[in-house]
């Protein structure tokens, strides 16, 4: 698989140098070292990709589930194995603290036996003609799923290892073949994660990968006459392209967000605050589901300000490789850049700095804005970095208006003791999923996880993703009644 520090793709079950372009460096943002070299590969070389994959379909189909599931579990037993050297890589390739890196690991291990699991417990089911007026007991729809053959699974720097294998279990365990294009920026670590699903005796062509830049091979892979599926993690701006593009092509879509946390009067501060702090910074905010603006009545507004910069305060900012280090370098210098005019636009706008608001190269601190108004773009704009801002309302109403306004729709919070009261404000908001009492968060894998508007299309979850990755196969049986 490497060779002088270059992983190759697999591609029919051999792992491939490209034959046509010069390798792609993968810095590290901790150090600037070099963590790795990725093959480029070319058109001419995606297309043996895809056809490997095509070609293996349909005998992966007629595997059974059974043992399609031991393949699952090997892989996942594999991937525990490898979680300290996978985890070292992750701290290296996307600065991600080392705690959070090997819970990653350890969660897509626990993920890929929850997947088999679940492809194991799906049936089918029989439908007769005679529950719909005029039909008859004679006529019987017997529907299956089935696959839907190749899927394209794009999956994004943050959890390089987590959302590839969210997209590869399902699609795999429905009966798919996959082509696994990561991220530039965490692929070293998506191609260890492929080599322990190899390693696991996954037929040849029935997983294979893409690595490459997404302006040089991005369009020509989503727009393949033999990708039947995409499933996307990534920024809204890409995937608004992607779907621009596919006319035909079914999709999962998980894009960008704007969650936000309403505290209400009735809250537990600290109990508040605890959570906040937690979704808002860790993996330096740098994730789809982080709480991204608080939404908080006046009446409390002082007091919760106090006790999130107290808790802000305290967070270990540094090398991800030190023990307790939350707020880590962001992935690349333009992010930080984004960030910080973000951060600078707001306090010039009148925003209050609380706390933070330093830059030593990709490190910003973790930074608390209160007084944020609605003009300013911090309270609309999607940062992916430890920036936090505070929009102060007069009402639970306002609150709910204000967390609509914004063009996405993920998840957001409601902190409240009154369950009525957090019930009925969950049935306005315009996202994928509110969270009572707790902030936004990807999990359990079991329940599902999708967002509206412009935070994405489609659902998944386990048993929903692979239900997406599938289609119903009617075959319906007409008795004749002779004996």
Not at 37 to 55: F, G, N, R, V, Y
Not at 67 to 80: G, T, V
Not at 269 to 284: C, E, K, P, R, T
Not at 351 to 356: E, F, K, N, P, S
């Amino acid at each position: 698989m490497m060779q002088e520090k270059t992983f190759g793709n697999l591609v029919n079950g051999e792992w491939r140098i490209s034959r046509e372009n010069p390798p792609l460096e993968v810095l590290s943002p901790v150090d600037g070292s070099l963590v790795g070299k990725l093959s480029s590969m070319s058109h001419t070389e995606l297309d043996e990709a895809i056809s490997a994959a095509k070609a293996a379909q349909k005998a992966w189909a007629a595997y059974p589930v059974y043992r399609k599931a031991q393949l699952m579990y090997r892989a996942a037993d594999l991937l525990e194995q490898m979680a300290e050297e996978i985890s070292e890589c992750l701290v290296m390739e996307i600065a991600k603290d080392k705690k959070s890196a090997v819970s990653e690991v350890k969660r897509s291990a626990d993920l890929l036996r929850y997947t088999a699991d679940v492809g194991k417990s799906l049936h089918g089911e029989a439908i007769f003609g005679d529950s719909f007026p005029g039909g008859s007991r004679d006529k019987m729809s017997c529907v299956t799923r089935v696959p839907v053959g190749t899927v394209l699974a794009i999956s994004p720097f943050n959890y390089p290892v987590n959302l590839a294998i969210s997209k590869i279990g399902p699609a795999l365990m429905g009966g798919n073949t996959v082509l696994l294009k990561p991220a530039t920026q965490g692929a070293v670590s998506a191609l260890m994660m492929v080599k322990a699903m190899q390693d696991a005796g996954l037929p040849a062509g029935v997983l294979n990968t893409a690595t490459g830049l997404g302006s040089v091979i991005g369009d020509y892979i989503v727009t393949h006459k033999d990708i039947q599926f995409i499933n996307f993690t990534g920024s809204t701006e890409v995937g608004q392209h992607i779907s621009a593009l596919t006319s035909m092509t079914p999709v999962i879509m998980e894009l960008g967000g704007k969650d936000a946390a309403i505290v209400l009067e009735d809250a537990d501060l600290d109990f508040a605050a605890d959570n906040i702090v937690d979704g808002a910074f860790s993996y330096s905010g740098q994730r789809c589901t982080a709480v991204k603006r608080i939404l908080a009545l006046d009446t409390i507004a002082d007091e919760l300000v106090e006790k999130l910069k107290a808790r802000v305060e305290r967070l270990k900012t540094g090398d991800p490789r030190e023990p307790g280090v939350t707020v880590t370098p962001l992935v690349s210098t333009k992010s930080a850049d984004f960030v910080e005019s973000l951060m600078r636009g707001a306090i010039q706008q009148g925003a209050r700095l609380v706390t933070g608001g330093q830059r030593t190269g990709n490190l910003i601190q973790p930074t608390l804005l209160d007084r944020v108004t609605t003009e300013m773009d911090v309270a609309w704009v999607e940062p992916f970095g430890p920036v936090l801002p505070i929009i102060r309302v007069a009402s639970a109403g306002e609150a709910v208006e204000i967390a609509n306004r914004s063009e996405y729709g993920l998840q957001s919070s409601v902190f409240t003791n009154n369950l009525n009261k957090a019930y009925s404000i969950a049935a306005q908001l315009e996202v994928g999923t509110v969270q009572i009492n707790n902030k936004p968060e990807r999990g359990p894998d079991n329940f599902p996880f999708l967002g509206v508007k412009s935070s994405g299309m489609g659902t998944q979850g386990v048993r929903y993703s692979i239900e997406s990755m599938t289609r119903p196969k009617a075959v319906t049986i007409n008795l004749t009644g002779d004996e």
